[in-house]
């Protein structure tokens, strides 16, 4: 071969290669672009039917009967406030605990079992949580309530909680453990006052994603707390919360319901985005040098 | 008091605090490794009277009838399945895509802003997707696309028969779309591993950069991405209110995605207020422990997977 047909049939394959290149970035692109569209798509639609129902009344009324017009969701932003609460009350201490054994204590056998375990139990579906609670709780008690529920979505904060307090934690430098402890401080005070709430900041930002986590949670409900279209009438009783809310509306054949579940839906989506956004915030490297 | 004694209390006193201390983060954290066990214990003791009475019949049988208590589960696993290799068809290349180009095309800041995005698909709660998708994704399937798909390609089985818009298909594209955030983030985690001497590596040897991204990004993390899917994979399968309002809820097998179908966790959603008769409710508990344990075993599968990939 000739050195001109050679360096002619190199350009051609060179010409190809960068074909490939710049069709394969036009695929990429594509792809990032098409994964978008379902947020703006879901992110609109939410703000556009959902704003038309937001009025003092959702905040204050009681669900109407079928045919009349207005009401709110009150009772079911109260019922999703106490389940928060009370999956917090279980769910904060136990996952924070393990998180603390986890990184302030040596590795053994227990912390590895713990951390497989809490791996797998948060990537468990959050019905069979529901399920296991409704076969604890609520088949013995003959009832729904919203222990039931609080307990489920406590169950469910444990393992997130558990993990991120740990990764947390192990970033906090060794020497700020040494220089309680050369104090004379007992390892449990150092390790509650010095580790945790030094780095309560921290900490936060992990509460707070795992309240965004179970607040928007309705599978484990369903069978947990379940509904009422009453005010709550007492932790061992049953209770609307805004998701399960949102699905009953969602599914049922009246305009006037769809029209509520998307301003729940709205509710409830800008409650969660902004505790993420928090969390960022509280995170930043700005936010934490202050 | 002498010396000697003083200090023996001492240290006894702070061994005291340590030890409680100790004993209570130990017992808090040896109940998480129990709880996985607890449940699983509880799903089989309330699924035993089903268990015992079916048999081996409750995931062959293909009729679900609750009112002549007849349960076979067979076409609950089939939309299970199904569903989910839909969702994990669409999910797995698009998520690698995306990683790839937010990781290694565009500027980090512009990849960094996008990312976000993507991982806020993952905050919205999913009866929030539900309602996206009974009232915009399902009657846009009806209407656009599904006719296309039944007038031109309803010769192939799986696009054949009458469409609703709720229905198989609409049930695997919105688990697609929720998988999606799962299996970016942990991608570009892994990419981000990679050490940037393996991409000058090939770059200097004069690959082009999408080469480059095949043969040093794609080709090092393959069983990371496997992982990722896997996990993905898991998640479609446990996801229930999205795919339960979506999904048309009908315990039959059909070759058609545009029929309606029920998933494990669906019919669990559905049935569970009308599970009147014990044995009913013994049933769905069954189908329960079944999701229980294959998502136990997926997931298990998909972290050594993982944990061989960031471990090399």
Known sequence: ??????????????????????????????????????????????????????????????????????????NSILGTLTLVVLASLIGVPWGIGTGLYLSEYPPGRLSTAVRFSADLLASIPSIIIGLFVYTLIVIPMRRFSLIAGGVALGIIMIPTLARSTEELLRRVPVHVREAGLALGLPRWKVILRIVLLGNARAISTGIILSIARVAGETAPLLFTSFNNQYWQRGLGQPSSSLPVQIYTYAISPYEDWHQQAWTGALILVLLVFTMNILTRILLSPRGSSS | MSNFRLRKRARREIHLGDLVFSYFLRALSFGLALLLAVIGFFLF??????????????????????????????????????????????????????????????????????????????AIPSVVYGLWGIFVLAPWLRTRIEPILAQDLGWIPIFSGPYYGVGMLAAGLILSIMIIPTVFSISREIFKTIPTAQ???????????????????????????????????????????????????????????LAPAQTMASVIANEYAEATSDIHLSALIEIGFLLFVVTFIINAFARLFILRETKS
């Open chain 2, 199 to 257: 991409r000058e590596a090939a770059l200097a040897l004069g690959a082009t950069r999408w080469e480059m991204m095949k043969i040093s990004i794609l080709g090092s993390s393959k069983s990371g991405i496997g992982g990722a899917i896997i996990l993905g994979l898991g998640r479609a399968l446990g996801e229930t209110m999205a795919v339960t309002m979506v999904i048309g809820n009908r315990a039959e097998i059909s070759a058609s995605l």
């Open chain 2, 45 to 122: 003791r309330g699924a035993f009277a089903s268990i015992s009475r079916y048999g081996w019949s409750f995931v062959t049988e293909s009729v679900w009838d609750p009112v002549q208590e007849v349960f076979g589960s067979a076409p609950v696993l089939y939309g299970t399945l199904v569903s989910s290799l839909i969702a994990v068809s669409i999910a797995a290349p698009l998520s690698v895509a995306i990683a790839l180009f937010l990781n290694e095309v565009v500027p980090p800041k512009i990849g960094k802003t996008i990312g976000f995005l993507v991982e806020m698909l993952a």
């Open chain 1, 1 to 74: 071969m000739n050195p001109a047909v050679l360096s002619q049939h190199m350009s051609q394959r060179y010409l190809r290669r960068k074909i490939t290149h710049w069709i394969m970035m036009g695929v990429l692109a594509l792809a990032s672009g098409l994964a978008l569209i379902p947020l703006l798509s879901l992110s609109a639609y939410v703000l556009t039917q959902g704003i038309p129902g937001l009025g003092i009344n959702f905040f204050t009324h009681l669900p109407q009967p079928i045919g009349e017009t207005g009401g709110g969701m009150a």
